[in-house]
T-cell receptor
Framework: GNSVTQMEGPVTLSEEAFLTINCTYT??????LFWYVQYPGEGLQLLLK?????DKGSNKGFEATYRKETTSFHLEKGSVQVSDSAVYFC??????????????FGTGTRLTIIP | GAVVSQHPSRVICKSGTSVKIECRSL??????MFWYRQFPKQSLMLMAT?????????EQGVEKDKFLINHASLTLSTLTVTSAHPEDSSFYIC?????????????FGPGTRLLVL
């Protein structure tokens, strides 16, 4: 079946540090890949996505590249800010499931940035 | 962007009572909505797909009679936890897919925290 594995948290970094949150997936074909973010007290929001191999999704300084060969979609940011403190979820929609939109989520990684 | 609301944001109830949670798409229509359950420090678990005008589709292991879902209109889906017990205490989240080019994007409600005493 489909699954998403992301690095366990919590992750604590100092402001302006480099961030990587690893995400790997198991799925047949070419799933669409997503990173969602959940800020304290808010609902999940789409951060970025990629729908085919070698695509790079980017938003708010975050980037993730769809790597088919390593089945990975690692999230990176060059210089984190306190406002980036949140829980980050990696997710996928299986190939051919357009119109179904059933997301499979990873376990989430809690990120805390200290000034 | 599209907004999804949930009501109530938190509820405390006694064991054996039923609790209804509403999920509304505020500025777009949603023929499909999804209900998730989120355990502490764990991922979101998809419970069911709510379909406007027809029966909900439940994921394996989710009790249909326990978690009643009604998608009464294109902007409203409700989840009723019947005869709630302490093990039903959790964070319940709904989502609705965007329309058109945003069809792959899910818009999530802020969640409802249920505590059953």
């Amino acid at each position: 079946g489909n699954s998403v594995t992301q690095m366990e948290g919590p992750v604590t970094l100092s402001e302006e540090a480099f961030l990587t949150i690893n995400c790997t997936y198991t799925a047949t074909g070419y799933p669409s890949l997503f990173w969602y973010v959940q800020y304290p007290g808010e609902g999940l929001q789409l951060l970025l996505k990629a729908t085919k191999a070698d695509d790079k999704g980017s938003n708010k300084g975050f980037e993730a590249t769809y790597r088919k060969e390593t089945t990975s979609f690692h999230l990176e940011k060059g210089s984190v800010q306190v406002s980036d403190s949140a829980v980050y979820f990696c997710a996928l929609i299986p190939t051919g499931d357009f119109g179904n939109e059933k997301l499979t989520f990873g376990t989430g990684t809690r990120l805390t940035i200290i000034p | 962007g599209a907004v999804v609301s949930q009501h109530p944001s938190r509820v405390i109830c006694k064991s054996g009572t039923s609790v209804k949670i509403e999920c509304r798409s505020l500025d777009f229509q949603a023929t499909t909505m999804f209900w998730y359950r989120q355990f502490p420090k764990q991922s979101l678990m998809l419970m069911a797909t709510s379909n406007e005008g027809s029966k909900a589709t439940y994921e394996q292991g989710v009790e249909k009679d326990k978690f009643l879902i009604n998608h009464a209109s294109l902007t409203l889906s409700t989840l009723t936890v019947t005869s709630a017990h302490p093990e039903d205490s959790s964070f319940y989240i709904c989502s609705a897919p965007g329309q058109g080019a945003a069809g792959e994007t899910q818009y999530f409600g802020p969640g409802t925290r249920l505590l059953v005493l």
